[in-house]
Structure formats: structure tokens, C-alpha cells
């Protein structure tokens, strides 16, 4: 049998000029980036206001009601508004 050729120089220029290639999905958008952000924040900022409920027994109630507005609020952007924004 003769020797195959080494092919590992062309399987490697493969892998190369793939990785640069275009892809698929666009580019994130500024608008989706900052709607990202602001999702967290709003989620993550309920969270420490519903934990500030309970250090603050006086206004407790209030405390922890507007924590899960915040965790709303956050969620909605996220999941009701991100994919729209999404579609365009």
C-alpha cells in the first residue's frame, strides 16, 4: 500500500476560516443589551428589597410587596419584552 497523504494542513485552514465565519444570528442590538441590564437589575433589586423585609419589621409588609413588584417588573422585561425587540 502506498502512503496516504497528509491532509492535516487542510483540515486545519478548515477549522481556521471557520471560526472567522459569518454568523447565522445578528449581532445583539444596544437596546436589547440595556433591556438585558435592566432586567437584572430590577430582578436582583427586588430580591434585596424583599430581604430588607425582614430586618424592618415596621413596614415589613411594604417592604417585601414592593420587592415582588420589582421581581415582576424585572421578569416582564425580560420575558415580554426581550423577544420583541428580538423580532425586529
Not at 494542513?9 to 443589551?33: C, D, G, L
Not at 417585601?64 to 428580538?86: E, K, N
Amino acid at each position: 500500500m502506498s502512503p496516504q497523504p497528509d491532509n492535516t494542513k487542510t483540515s486545519e485552514s478548515r477549522t481556521a476560516s471557520a471560526s472567522f465565519a459569518t454568523p447565522e444570528q445578528p449581532r445583539a442590538s444596544i437596546a436589547s443589551v440595556l433591556l438585558f441590564i435592566m432586567s437584572s437589575v430590577l430582578v436582583f433589586g427586588g430580591f434585596w428589597v424583599m430581604s430588607l423585609a425582614f430586618s424592618h419589621p415596621d413596614t415589613a409588609v411594604w417592604l417585601f410587596s414592593g420587592g415582588i413588584v420589582l421581581d415582576a417588573v424585572g421578569l416582564w422585561m425580560a420575558f415580554g419584552l426581550a423577544p420583541r425587540f428580538a423580532k425586529r
